[in-house]
Every structure is written in structure tokens, then in C-alpha cells.
């Protein structure tokens, strides 16, 4: 169900950009996922039980939903937010694995899903603007904020087939820098407050936590790291006691430890 209070938005996105990164990510795991052998697609994705084929069908599957909802009635009102949707549908999981899991068995020619759903997706978007409102299985949203949405699935999961398969597939820059910016203001509204400053360069800056509040220079409590790591965590594919041992995460000051508030999603 859609929460009972409607959160505050932080910050908005360039339409011709969110589109146009959607495309540009989802063709560069097109042109990877092509190239993957038989006895790469049954590897483990380490992700529970999935497999490599599994994740890839899932892949086509967050961005064949923009077609598929563009195709549903339109609702009469939003009721979500881009982190609502985010968070509403992990509750979805189980059901989202089993649909992965089907699409997988049932199409053994990924190539040709991905260019069938490459088709779709582009001519509904050159057709459908932005304020077109969506009935996605967990509440109404708009095109232009449902697409924000599908940059986070994308880089999370382009980041999953990297590491699962050894490949080095591209982050397109504006889709990274959406997926960043979203999942730390991801954070600063499930934290709100202005003790602790998070850095993600060169993508993002927020304030969260409760306590007292700098008013100039540095402030007391500074945490940084790089998009991945942070993507990394925020999503639970990584554990903070992990980056900080790693040294890919820094933190200083008493209200500077996240462990408490992450993962965001997963």
C-alpha cells in the first residue's frame, strides 16, 4: 500500500537525459549479455540462487515494465514517490523472482528479448510524455519519475553482471549519477537531519541525522565514498564494517556511522 504521508521531493532530473541514459544502459548490457556463452548464463549470479541468465532475464523484465505499464489505463492521481516505488517494491520480491526465473526458462534467445524489448521501450518514450501517470503494481506514478526509477535498476544490476561474469560493462555517466543522487536522498529522508555531511563525488551531497547542525566550513561529521560502493551499500550487496575495513569508505566524527541505516533496499 502506498505510505500515508506523502514525502517531500529533493530534487528533480533532466528528462532528455533519464531517457536517454535508460537507453544508452540497457543497450550496453544488450551488447554484453550477447556475447555470454551457454556455461556464463548457468553460472551463479550471487544473488541467492539466481543465475546469470536469471539476472539477465530480470534486467529485460525492469525495463519491459515501462512499456507494459505505458500500455495500462492511466490512473486518475500519483500516490508514489521515486524512493516509495523503489521501497514498495522490494516488498514485491518473491514475486519479481519468480517472474525472473520463468522469462528465463521460457526464452531461451536473450538476445531477442532484449531487442524486442529495446523496440518497445523506445517507441513508447518517443510517444509518451513525461506527466502520463503509470499503474505499476504498487501504486500510480508519472513516465518522467518511473523512469528515474528504471536508471537505479539498471546501474544496480549492470554492477551485479559485472562482478558475477568478470565483465567490464560501461556506467552510462547520467545513469550512474541519477542512480547516485537518488539512493542518497534515499538516505536523507530515512535519516532526516543536518549532522552528518555524505559525500558522494562527484555525483552527490546530502545532510542526514539528527543533532546539531554546522553553519560553516567542515562539517563535524563527513562521510565519502565513490558511486559504486555507495550503490553498493545502499542496496545491501556490501556490508559498511566491509568498505570501511577496505578503506573505500571514509567517516569521521561520532555521528558518522551509517551501519545503522543500511541497507536502504535491497
Not at 68 to 77: C, F, G
Not at 100 to 117: E, F
Request: aromatic fraction near 4%; include cysteine.
Amino acid at each position: 500500500m502506498p505510505p500515508a504521508k506523502k514525502r517531500t521531493r529533493t530534487r528533480s532530473y533532466d528528462s532528455a537525459k533519464i531517457r536517454a541514459a535508460v537507453l544508452t544502459q540497457f543497450g550496453s548490457v544488450r551488447e554484453a549479455v550477447r556475447a555470454l556463452t551457454d556455461q556464463q548464463l548457468a553460472a551463479p549470479a550471487q544473488l541467492g540462487d539466481w543465475t546469470i541468465r536469471e539476472l539477465a532475464a530480470h534486467i529485460a523484465m525492469t525495463v519491459e515494465s515501462v512499456s507494459r505499464n505505458v500500455e495500462r489505463d492511466a490512473p486518475a492521481k500519483a500516490d508514489l514517490d521515486l524512493v516509495d516505488l523503489l521501497s514498495a517494491s522490494a516488498s514485491r520480491a518473491d514475486d519479481i523472482a519468480v517472474g525472473a526465473r520463468k522469462l528465463a526458462r521460457d526464452t531461451p534467445d536473450l538476445d531477442a528479448l532484449y531487442s524486442r524489448t529495446e523496440q518497445r521501450i523506445a517507441g513508447h518514450l518517443a510517444a509518451t510524455p513525461d506527466t502520463r501517470l503509470l499503474a505499476t503494481p504498487v501504486g500510480a506514478i508519472s513516465l518522467g519519475d518511473y523512469l528515474v526509477t528504471r536508471t537505479v535498476e539498471l546501474v544496480v544490476h549492470t554492477d551485479d553482471l559485472n562482478r558475477a561474469a568478470g565483465l567490464d560493462i560501461p556506467y552510462d555517466r547520467q545513469a550512474l549519477a541519477a542512480c547516485t543522487r537518488m539512493l542518497a536522498d534515499a538516505l536523507a529522508l530515512r535519516a532526516p537531519g543536518a549532522s552528518t555531511e555524505v559525500r558522494v563525488p562527484p555525483f552527490a551531497v546530502v545532510q542526514c541525522i539528527e543533532g546539531p547542525r554546522h553553519t560553516r566550513g567542515t562539517p563535524p561529521n563527513v562521510v565519502e565514498t565513490d558511486p559504486l560502493t555507495w550503490i553498493r551499500l545502499a542496496t545491501g550487496r556490501t556490508t559498511w564494517e566491509a568498505e570501511l575495513a577496505a578503506a573505500h569508505v571514509s567517516a569521521s566524527g561520532e555521528r558518522a556511522d551509517l551501519s545503522a541505516l543500511l541497507p536502504l533496499m535491497g
